[in-house]
């Protein structure tokens, strides 16, 4: 028996100084000292012995379980910090490595005249608005005095989701007049930027989805000298003290008045170049005095309040703005294009 357990102290302490990592030193410690393992074996063939000799095997015995739990201890605690280190090693970060180069984004250069615009209105006190690009026809058109059998209601030229012609991808921001007015406390003064759709097929100055920008001011006493002052302003903010408009009559079915503002070219000072191609004068927005149909059509009375309503096409702007000469490169997100601004 003394022989047993000498070849068992030899061979689980060389097993366990060589074992490698921690779940194969728990097998052994289960092969080892567990209820079925070899040390038990050795001890259940104490009934053999004589009275005697019994209490210098049981030492011997406990003696040899106890180095097998030292090693076993040792060998647990070197396994640790050799796990550690290795993973220290895995982990480490060399902080000399040259870094990622980050490909940083900036705004689109739309977005740009777009901020510009809403910064210059809401230093006059207006506010900014957002509404539904899907929407009623009856906002798109009726409502804005734009009758059944109008030819911008046609189904050539308006994407409709149903076909009784009631709901629709808006064709102008001029439905946001009707919202405001309908939800907003008087007086009134916003501007409502967004997309707009109309069925045109795509080219330099065409495109199925484009932005437009529509302002309205309704309060008492509000004219068209008003109206005239603050897109003068508008305009010399954008292109410069200086820079001449001028207000050509002209239709829309929602306001009356209607006009339309032209600036001088920027580029030719008025003389022609290909920018106005050759015109003078560049057009800028639609705009008028809300017709007194569509005030009370809102439950605004006429006879005491008035307004006035613009609407001007963004990408226009932005292309005069940048000298971009064909649309389709606002849209098109190259970014090889959009790096440029
Ligand atoms: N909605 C018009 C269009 O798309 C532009 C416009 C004209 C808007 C006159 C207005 C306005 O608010 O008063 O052509």
């Known amino acids: 028996m003394k022989e047993l357990m000498q070849s068992l102290r030899e061979s689980s302490i060389k097993a366990i100084l060589e074992c490698e990592s921690a779940e194969l030193l728990e097998q052994l410690r289960v092969k080892y000292l567990g209820k ?35 090693a076993l201890d040792k060998r647990k605690t070197q396994i640790n910090s050799l796990m550690l280190e ?7 970060l060399d902080v000399t490595m040259p870094g990622e180069k980050y490909a940083l984004g900036h705004k689109h250069p739309m977005y740009n005249v777009l901020d510009q615009i809403k910064d210059i209105f809401i230093g006059m006190g207006f506010e900014i608005v957002d509404g539904p690009e899907i929407e009623l026809a009856d906002y798109n058109f009726s409502k804005l005095n734009i009758e059944e059998g109008h030819p911008s209601r046609e189904w050539t030229d308006t ?15 001029s439905p946001m007049q009707i919202h405001a007015m309908e939800t907003r406390e008087l007086p009134i003064r916003i501007i409502a930027p967004g997309r707009v759709y109309r069925k045109d097929e795509v080219d330099a100055t065409h495109s199925p989805m484009f932005h437009q920008i529509e302002g309205m001011v309704i309060d008492k006493g509000v004219t068209m000298s008003d109206l005239k002052a603050t897109l003068n302003l508008v305009v010399e903010k954008i292109y410069g003290k200086g820079t001449v408009t001028r207000f050509r009559p002209h239709h829309f079915p929602f306001t009356e008045p209607s006009c339309e503002m032209d600036i001088q070219c920027h580029k030719c000072g008025g003389k022609g170049c290909p920018t106005c191609k050759g015109e003078g004068w560049i057009e800028v927005l639609g705009a008028g005095m809300v017709h007194p149909k569509v005030l009370a059509g809102c439950g605004i009375d006429p006879d005491v309040y008035s ?7 963004l990408e226009r702007l932005a292309l005069g703005e940048y000298k971009i000469t064909d649309m389709r490169l606002i849209f098109e997100n190259d970014v090889r294009f959009l790096e440029q601004f």
């Open 307 to 313: 307004g006035w309503a613009f609407g001007m096409g």
């Open 36 to 70: 079925k393992g070899e040390l038990t074996a050795i001890l259940r063939q104490m009934g053999k012995l004589t009275a005697e000799e019994r209490p210098a095997m049981g030492q011997l015995a406990n003696k040899l379980r106890a180095d097998i739990e030292e």
């Open 86 to 92: 290795k993973k220290l090693e895995e982990e480490a």
């Open 159 to 173: 994407f409709y989701f149903t076909p009784d012609s009631k709901i629709l991808l808006r064709t102008q921001t």
